[in-house]
């Protein structure tokens, strides 16, 4: 597991690289984007809980992003998950 620092601008700017090396457009990648407009699906979202669990320790499980719609959605249900750990 990496330490990495916390702040909701790093943690959003580290999800948004992992996002680009699961294979979105960065240019697609928003607060306002979705999963679907990025073409990525569950699996995607997957690997990123991946990423989350290595960088800050935390397990992100699907029930704490069911029925989010949003990229920024996301990024704050992680980024509440990891401020608490």
């Known amino acids: 597991m990496t330490t990495s620092t916390f702040t909701p601008s790093v943690v959003e700017e580290r999800l948004t690289q992992a996002l680009i090396e699961i294979g979105g457009e960065a240019d697609g990648i928003s607060r306002d984007a979705t999963l679907a407009d990025l073409d990525l699906d569950s699996l995607d979202l997957v690997e990123l809980g991946m990423v989350v669990e290595e960088e ?7 029930e704490d992003v069911k ?10 249900v992680i980024t509440a998950k990891v401020a608490q750990s």
């Open 56 to 62: 800050w320790g935390v397990e992100l499980r699907a």
């Open 67 to 76: 029925g989010l719609a949003t990229l920024g959605e996301i990024f704050d």
